[in-house]
């Protein structure tokens, strides 16, 4: 069954590509018909629009019959039914390492390009597979093991290429009215301002070159190197579509960044910027040079701005807001100046997730066939989309004096 999923979620994608390049080939064509209403004929435009109709047809049938699938994969079986004396978390178990093993073995079965078991996807030495669910919950845990800003950011799951969602704005939020007197009338709300946010589900790609020694470790192994490779990936791919998402959102409101000086510029970042309900819940991120400017400022008693946090050194804090570091590689200097972000980022950024992994391999493109090497290529589909740009703030900064001491200005005598 899982080998039908994998089959099907091919076909859906590939007919999601179709409608998407038909979308694109539409609005091209609705551009260039505003500048010159007769750049296309009646005929080309209903051919497009009938195109466009029925491969969005094919692609929602396409959704229904994986969809349909997945529902009768997750069907439990009849306790005592095919698995009699055992519980339904040892089935399960069991389930997930047999498909989670069949995966290795179709994997190794495509890399060294012999023929998939009937019913997988493609065959031959362009075959590609569906990463399963088991396999992708396993990339997910690893991934927090890097520095992920997906965990900041609020992850909806999706199984469509595109769509919409309604949002309303912290800030346009109003209370009731008051009706302390009980013979008033309840009257209607006003009306929220609603915000519809569009996504597009894209494509990103990453290949990695391996040698057949490889295929000859276990599959405890090759599973370990194929977690670990797309999780890095895939954290530093994310990572910098979340920072585009931001830096992009905060371009478009004035004033565009707070200039931090001092350590009360800090203060006032976090506390004078947003509004009181989103600061609960707020962190700050900041690159590697900004954190070492940040972690040698003191207050006016001597200490550092910067504390591990009780519990767990490991977490660094400002006044009790996590603090997360990236490297200046992937969030780099703004103008000469470090970046500290500072809002709650669930609020701001939603990352729809297309959950669609889907590893390729080659031995013939991208150079492998002169090199006598085998290339693997990993797909992944999501989108990153700003829902509210008022649930956080951008502070830049080069160096950053430490508060000045009041000891002196408390105590007169001290001065003497």
Do not use: C
Not at 285 to 305: C, P, W
């Amino acid at each position: 069954m899982e080998n039908n999923i994998n089959t099907l979620a091919t076909a859906r994608d590939e007919a999601g590509s179709k409608v998407e390049e038909l979308q694109n080939k539409r609005n091209e064509m609705a551009v260039k018909m505003v500048a010159d209403p007769d750049a296309f004929s009646d005929e080309e435009i209903n051919k497009i629009s009938n195109e466009l109709t029925q491969a969005i047809k094919v692609r929602d049938f396409a959704q229904k019959a994986l969809d349909e699938e997945r529902t009768n994969l997750k069907t439990p079986s009849p306790v005592g039914g095919d698995n009699p004396g055992k519980s339904e978390k040892a089935v399960a178990f069991e389930k997930a390492k047999k498909i989670t093993n069949q995966f290795v073995s179709d994997f190794k079965n495509m890399v060294t390009s012999k023929v998939l078991p009937e019913g997988s996807e493609t065959e031959g030495p362009n075959a590609g597979l569906t990463i399963p669910v088991d396999v992708q919950t396993a990339i997910n845990t690893l991934k927090r093991s890097f520095t992920s800003l997906e965990g900041l950011v609020n992850v909806e799951n999706v199984s469509v290429s595109s769509g919409s969602r309604v949002y309303e704005k912290l800030s346009d939020v109003t209370p009731f009215d008051n009706l302390d007197d009980e013979t008033a009338e309840i009257g209607d709300n006003d009306d929220p301002k609603l915000t519809i946010v569009k996504y597009v589900i894209h494509r990103y790609a990453g290949i990695s070159t391996i040698t057949n020694t490889l295929l000859k470790d276990s599959a405890e192994n090759i599973l370990a190197w194929i977690e670990n490779w797309i999780a890095k990936k895939d954290v530093i791919t994310r990572n910098g579509q979340i920072l585009e998402v931001l830096n992009n959102g905060v371009a478009k409101r004035i004033p565009k960044k707070v200039s931090i000086t001092d350590f009360d510029g800090i203060k006032d970042l976090e506390n004078n910027t947003l509004d009181p309900l989103v600061e609960a819940t707020s962190s700050f991120i900041t690159n590697q040079s900004g954190f070492n400017v940040l972690s040698k400022v003191k207050d006016a008693e001597g200490r550092y701005l910067i504390q591990p946090d009780p519990t767990n050194p490991d977490i660094k804090r400002i006044e009790g807001h996590t603090v997360t570091v990236i490297t200046d590689r992937f969030l780099p200097d703004i103008n000469g100046a470090h970046p500290l972000y500072y809002g709650d980022f669930k609020m701001a950024i939603t990352l729809f997730d297309y959950q669609r992994m889907t590893l390729m391999t080659t031995k013939e493109g991208a150079g492998a066939f002169e090199r006598d090497l085998t290339k693997i290529r990993v797909i992944d589909r999501f989108d990153v989309e700003l829902i509210d740009d008022g649930a956080y703030a951008i502070g830049t900064f080069k160096t950053i004096k430490d508060q000045a001491s009041n000891v002196i200005a408390n105590n007169p005598a001290a001065g003497k």
